[in-house]
Each structure stands twice: as C-alpha cells, then as structure tokens.
C-alpha cells in the first residue's frame, strides 16, 4: 500500500505541509497547482525538497477545461498543456490530473473527448509523462467516472488513463460496481474523501466540506473494495478540501489522514478476504466490554471535596493502593459495580495532569479481551503508547495517550485482579449505595475542531460507530455533541466539540487548560429508588425550571400525578419515537464545569436526552460562578 495525500488537505505553506505529511508517513504528495503558485522556489527546489524527505511527487493537478473545446480554445489549451508538461519535468513527476471540463465552451461528445486525450497521451509520451483523467461532479458533459473510462478507453493510448475519486463517485450515488469491471493498469491514481452527508450543491459540497476517509458518511470502504477488486495497486491518496483543516494543524491532520488510510485498506482487506492487499499486519478492530474504572488526578485538599460528591452519589471508599496515594471508590459488589480512582500522588503522570488541569478524570480504563492486541491495533494506526515507572508489585497495564492528553488503560481478564493486587481493601464506612450499576456514559469535552480527529480515533481502534451528531444550544453559543457506541451499549461516549469558550463546554475546557472528561452519566435501574436514596445521602442536585415541567408535561401528554414527581425530583425526561424512556437527573458544575449524571433507559431509549440539554446547561451556568469572581 502506497500512500499519498494532495498538498490541498493540509494548512500551512508548502514546506510545512511536506514537513507534516513526511512525519505522518505518507509515501508521496499530489502537488496542487496553487500550492506550486504561491512558494517561492523553482519547480527544481520544490521537486528536491519533496525528495529531501523521502516522498514521491505521485500527481501534479489540476489542468482543467481540456477537453471538447473547438479551435481556437483548442490549441491553446494544448499550449496550455505544454507548458504543464514542461513544469512537471522540473518538478520531477510523470502523472497529470485532467478533470473534465466546465467550460461553457466544451463541445461535448465522446469521441471528440477520446480524440483530443489520445493527441494528449501521443505529446505526454514523448516525454515520458502520464495523463490522468477524472470526471468531477459538476463537469458540464462528463460528471460520471463511467463516461470518463469510455473516453479513456476510447483514446486507446497507454499513455492516457483514468483518475477515480470518491468523492465524485460516491456524491452521485454511482454504483460502485461498476469500478469492478475497469482493468486495474488503467487506473492511474485513486483519490480519496469522505464527507458528511448534507443536502447541498455538489460542488460547494466537495470544495469545503470533505474529510477524512471513516470521518464522514459516505461508503468509502465499498467504494475502495471494488477499486481494490480491479487489481490496481498504485498510490491512494488522500485529496480532502475542508475548510477546517485548512486552518488545523498540519501535523495532526497529517496524522489523521494517515490513520484513515491505514484503518480504510484494513477494513478494505478484511471485507476482500480473497484479494492481495499490502497492508501491515494488525488486530481487527477491538470491541470494548465495558468501563472499568474512571481515575481522577487531584491534590489532598480536592480530592476531599471529591470524596465528598462521590459519597454524596453513593459511592465509598472501598481500598487503599499499597504504596501510592491512590483511592479506589466503590459502588456496587466487587467485580461487577463502579469503580472511580482517586489519586493524589504527588509525582507521575497523574501528578502532572493536576498541575495543569487542575483536580480531572484524567484516565479511563476500558475492559477488552486482549489488552496487548488493543495497544498492537492503536500503535497500527499512529495512536501514541503511555508507558510509566512501576512500582513494585503493580500490574503492567497498557495504555495509550488520548482526548486532551490523557490517558486510556486496557483491562483485560488477565489484569481484572489489579484490585486485589495492587490495593488494601478499608474498613467499611457503611455508607449504603444510590443503586447506580454502571457508568453508561462518558462525556470528553474538545474544541470543535478536534471533533474529527477524536472520532476517528475511536472508530478505528475499536469496534464503536458513530451516532448522527446533534446540535447542543448553550445560551451563549452551540455545541455539537457526537456519541460513539460499541454494541450493546457496553461503550457509549459522548464528544462535545465547544465552539466558543462562553458555553458551558468552551468554559470548561478554557479553564481547565483542555481537560477532557467533563462529566460521567451512571445508570440506575430505578430513577426514583435512586433519588431517594440521593436525598438520603445528601446529593445537591441541579434544579430544573418549573416552565420545564410544564412544558413536558404538555409535549409528552404526561399523567399529571407522573410530572409532578419528575418535577419534585428535578429529574429530565425524554421519549423515543418507538416509547423509550429516558430520565436524567443531573449534580450542578463542580468547579470549573465537570458534573455527574445518573440516568436510567427504559424500552431500549438509545439517545442521551439532547432535547433537555439547553436547560440543563442553562441551570448548571447558573451555578458557576461569575466571570471575574474568585473561586469559592
Ligand atoms: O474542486 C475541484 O475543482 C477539483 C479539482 C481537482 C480534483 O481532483 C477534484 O476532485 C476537484
Ligand atoms: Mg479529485
């Protein structure tokens, strides 16, 4: 597998996109003309310096309004070419992009197409260069890759073939299986995109919003199955204009569009068992069996008033790490309730998350089956492995860097004995339990423009899909909210990508310096049991308006004896279109805007109560504290 991405897809000026594109490992660049324009050096120096870092020039593009066109538009564009021709000398490449014409001058025809290709493919083999023909979307007469592999056909010239892109393909809904029947040598490059599916004119589509492949919509993975089933085994390449990576870092979208190739042919190869595809060797993707435990880095002082909320919830103190200061929290039976660590150490990578972040869920433990083989599939895909001195008699947990640069530990049955090995159970404080049996959800705050990048991350690594994003709306801004879900529910997380730092989330994160975890939803079987029990415990719970209730009331057509107890209990509910339920019951911000939920699903609800959000996030504002004011 040769790897390549257009100098379009990334930020920066064009030595820092070969900088980051040469970091990321990509094997070649698509030169965009615009790109070449506006840098400051030969075509020669542009050529050395891609070379220079050990890349390939696999495509210059691109030449548009070629073909069709009647004289004397005709010889100029072959002039036009010429001089193309001469460029790509210097710069040290064989293979041009042609995308079909939008001229308001192009005739039209196939024949004539085939004809002016073929004089094309005769100029480009005295020189020893390729031509490569794609059909956008919009061109004026060819807008279909099936018509542009007639005309390439038809040119009947070695020198002359065909560009695919999935985009173009996939925007128009064209069956992919005609790809299947395109002898695989005739294909000279395959561009790839995704994009998120929005109603929208196909070109403004493609020019701003495409993304990584597994970032968008689109069925990107059959469209590379039936390009894989051709035989071709040339470069594929990225070719992603989106407006947002165009101001993103160069590094990490570089990293990102690497994972997304890596990941693509790995599923391309698993779903075309028969076919010969070069890619490295790694575990399928990894299904993630439940959250084992969430640890928060904090100082004494903090954790105290930690220790304190956690109570409040029903949780305990349950045991003492042998030799650090770390706390396991407990509610529920060992082995099968929720287990929150506290640890105050004051040196280590925990000790170094509160120093920037202040008192944060730092970590994450997910349980799998093979926890080497989920670090085996991470690494695979650029993910970056977290490794820390041991003491002694602590288990070797492997873990690999994630959201907010935190930390993600794998737990499988061989290490599910890290309590009994690594901590001391304490005495019982007898504090009864608030009946939560497990974290149903995680919810990681970002800056929106991380959103992809997170996505992809876990969609990759694990065996977890996207949900279709909804819209969050703060009083003081949006927030996009996108859930990850493994099967069965056994991994729900929720990213919520902030926009600006007035909202709930951009304060969060602002204040935080980038810290991830904002809050934890519990599951209870019983929303009322449970609430009782809060009361009992002492739980400050978030107050919900009264506007609310009557409103849900009147929306849901609600029993009013049912409503007056949501609204006793400030408990958030929701329904689905088939009759599930949700119902929410929230803790106000603590400090900067971390929070607890405790939920309960009835009738399989599947979502996370988005309807409901504006208010809550309108009462926990309430609860922060003024801008300005010092912290109490
Ligand atoms: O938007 C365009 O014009 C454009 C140009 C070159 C391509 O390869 C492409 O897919 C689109
Ligand atoms: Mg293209």
Known sequence: MKTSIATVSISGDLREKLAAIAAAGFDGVEIFENDFLAFDGSPAEVGRMVRDHGLEITLFQPFRDFEGLPEPQRSRAFDRAERKFDLMQELGTDLILVCSSVSQAALGGIDRAAADFRELGERAAKRGLRVGYEALAWGRHVSDHRDAWEIVRRADHPNVGLILDSFHTLARKIDVGSIRSIPGDRIFIVQLADAPLIEMDLLYWSRHFRNMPGEGDLPVVDFMRAVAATGYDGPISLEIFNDQFRGGSPKSISIDGRRSLVNLMDQVRRAEPALQIRVPDMPDRIAVEGVEFIEFAANEQEAAELGRSLASIGFSAAAKHHTKDVTLWRQGPAGAGINLVVNTEHEGFAHSSYLIHGTNAYAVGLRVSDAAATVARARALGAETFEQKRGPGELPIPAIRGVGGGVIYFIDGA???????????????????????????????????EMLTWILFYTSIFRAAKAPMVDVVDPAGLVRSQAIEGEGGALRLTLNGAENRRTLAGHFIAESFGSSVQHLAFATNDIFASSARLDVLGFSRLEITPNYYDDLEARFGLEPDFADRLKAANILYDRDATGGEYFQLYSPAIGEGFFFEIVERRGGYGGYGAPNAPFRIAAQKRHIRPAGMPRV
């Open 415 to 449: 290490l599910a004995n890290v309590w009994d090995v690594e901590f001391e159970p304490v005495a019982s404080t007898a504090v009864a339990d608030a009946g939560l049996t497990r974290i149903d959800h995680v919810a990681q705050t970002m800056n929106y423009e």
